[in-house]
């Protein structure tokens, strides 16, 4: 029983400065207790007004009280700690940020639940009268809610229990009587009801969506997966094929050095050789010098007539070996032809480049983006794009900072060039596109709008290098009609006749579409294939001096 009667009257023993079990407790002449560090640090901050007043009461003291411990509270407290009967604070008072009994007086316990009759919030002991009291059962409980306030009807002071849906705001039946008269009204209960409905359809739906989102997230972490793996392996592929390359390189060079090793042992050891006979031929010639210098002092002229026959017969002596050497140019034509395959690798390597890096490129696992319907969304994607002076057509002039390409009746002064058309009346821009690009061609006259990788041929009359008649260029001739050229196949096109083109190219996706441009966009062509290189805007202004294709400038 005694212990009992502790555990009701436990909230005695807590300090109401630290709202925590009483510490050194002291019991101040009007009767409160504290612990003796929390008065003591409240009365030091009174010192300058030296009066001192109890933080509950407000009761005040002059001269500042002696404190002293009350022993009988610090043995409650310690048999309290012992028995293990003092809940922790953060358990049954309230915090911050926890919603406090609007009935506790003092330190106040958290609430259990708040009523939305009452607008008001219980504990679990001051809550009893909801469950013992006949009218307060009727009440709604809810979970605890520090905005009851929000409740009350800031003209009237009433509960709002009504929904104006007009309005879509809760009113109280005061405003409902009054300006909301007339208006589509339902109870708070009825329409709180039906926006549970809805929301639990919102539910539903964002739920699939989260489920849907789930699967996309592990289909991408699959994708993800097997983009290290494949990358992986391309990495592992390209350098193996790299390596072997370098190893083929490496063993040719090898060769090629024991080669040239074993001929220059060879021409080294023949003239080592002729070198001997030569040296032997002088040496067999300096003795008969000598013996016939002897002969010359020789004054018995029997015997020099005699031995003169035999001396001045000479052996035939070899051609001289240097009239045989070749110019010493042997070793200088294998490092001129180990030069030529070096260029030539380089060449191959060099043309092969950009399709590479572009197939890397082009690696993409996100969904394709939808293409744009609008002129404001094409225009997002719009670029600058200039033509290059360098591919242009002696009869093409080029003006408007390039931009614009006018066919002239005679030849235009340029430089020779090996990326200029010779024969056909074209120009390409300076830039390649990859990614998504839209632009906007203003035409006068019989011209055609092309895209065309850049290796396309510059030279001849042959199909190989006009726009559209090759696999290497795509083509809208803008002559009396429309018509679409590919590969020397041509489809005519019906549209609306308009002095501006729009041209949209994705790249990655493969799409190249083309658009009549006025007060709307038209679509007048649209293909799809894969593309192997970056493209090249091109004109082709091919029959009447004075037509011209100019790229608009786009905001």
């Known amino acids: 029983m005694e212990q009992q009667g502790i555990e009701l009257d436990e909230a005695k023993f807590c300090c109401l400065i630290c709202l925590d079990l009483l510490k050194d407790p002291v019991t101040i002449p009007c009767g409160h207790s504290y612990c003796m560090s929390c ?4 009365w030091d901050g009174e010192n300058q007004k030296k009066i001192h007043s109890c933080p509950q009461c407000r009761k005040t003291f002059k001269p500042r009280p002696v404190l002293g411990k009350n022993t009988m509270l610090a043995e409650l407290v310690k048999k309290l700690k012992k028995t293990g009967q003092a809940a922790p604070p953060d358990r049954c008072h309230a915090g911050p940020g926890d919603v406090a009994c609007d009935v506790c007086t003092g330190r106040k316990r958290k609430a259990l639940q708040s009523c939305l009759v009452c607008l008001a919030s219980y504990c679990e002991q001051h809550l009893q009268h909801h469950y013992d009291a006949p009218p307060l059962k009727k009440h709604k409980l809810v979970k605890p809610s520090a905005k009851l306030q929000e409740n009350i009807c800031s003209r009237h002071d009433e509960v ?11 009113i109280c039946y005061l405003c409902f009587m009054d300006e909301h ?15 549970q409905k809805e929301l639990g359809v919102s539910r539903q739906k964002i739920q699939q969506r989260i489920q849907d989102r789930e699967k996309d997230v592990k289909v991408f972490q699959q994708e993800v997966k097997a983009i290290n793996r494949a990358a992986n392996k391309a990495v592992k592929d390209s350098e193996k094929i790299f390596n072997e390359l ?53 004054e018995d002229h029997t015997h020099f007539l005699q031995t003169y026959s035999s001396l001045s017969r000479l052996s035939e002596s070899t051609d001289s070996p240097s009239t045989n050497i070749r110019p010493l140019r042997y070793f200088e034509d294998v490092t001129a032809a180990v030069s030529e395959v070096k260029h030539k690798l380089e060449d191959i390597l060099r043309k092969a480049w950009p399709k590479i890096t572009l197939t890397v490129t082009q690696v993409d696992v996100l969904l394709p983006q939808p293409e744009p319907k609008t002129r404001a969304e094409f225009l997002q994607y719009s670029h600058q794009i200039t033509l290059d002076p ?9 003006s408007e900072g390039n931009r614009k390409a006018a066919l002239m009746g005679a030849h235009q002064f340029y430089s020779s060039h090996p990326e200029r058309f010779t024969d056909k009346r074209q120009v390409l821009s300076r830039e390649g596109v990859t990614g998504r690009c839209y632009w906007e061609v203003e035409h006068r006259g019989q011209v055609s709008i092309a895209v065309s990788y850049k290796d396309i041929s510059r030279t001849g009359k042959t199909a190989d290098s006009q726009f559209g008649c090759n696999v ?3 083509a809208l001739d803008c002559f009396n009609s429309y018509q679409f050229r590919y590969n020397n196949i041509t489809t005519p096109i019906s549209g609306p006749r308009s002095s501006r083109v729009g041209v949209y190219l994705d790249h ?10 006025s007060e709307t966009m038209t679509l007048l062509h649209r293909v799809q294939i894969t593309f192997t290189q970056p493209l090249y805007l091109g004109f082709c202004l091919p029959h009447y001096s004075g037509d011209t294709a100019e790229l608009c400038k786009l905001k």
Do not use: P
């Not at 008269?181 to 926006?195: C, F, I, M, P, Y």
């Not at 990655?508 to 441009?517: E, N, Q």
């Open 39 to 42: 008065i003591k640090s409240c």
């Open 160 to 170: 709002m229990k009504i929904f104006c849906r007009t309005d879509q705001q809760s």
């Open 181 to 195: 008269k007339g208006h589509d009204t339902v109870s708070a209960a009825a329409e709180w009801t039906e926006r």
């Open 246 to 298: 370098v190893h083929s390189i490496e063993k040719r060079s090898s060769e090629v050095k024991e080669k040239i090793r074993t001929q220059q042992k060879a021409e080294a050891s023949r003239a080592e050789e002729l070198q001997e006979k030569l040296k032997q031929e002088i040496a067999e010639l300096r003795r008969k010098d000598a013996e016939l210098e002897q002969l010359s002092h020789t």
């Open 390 to 398: 360098n591919t242009a057509n002696t009869y093409l002039s080029l």
């Open 472 to 474: 290497k260029s795509w």
């Open 508 to 517: 990655r996706a493969g799409i190249l579409s083309f658009y009549s441009v």
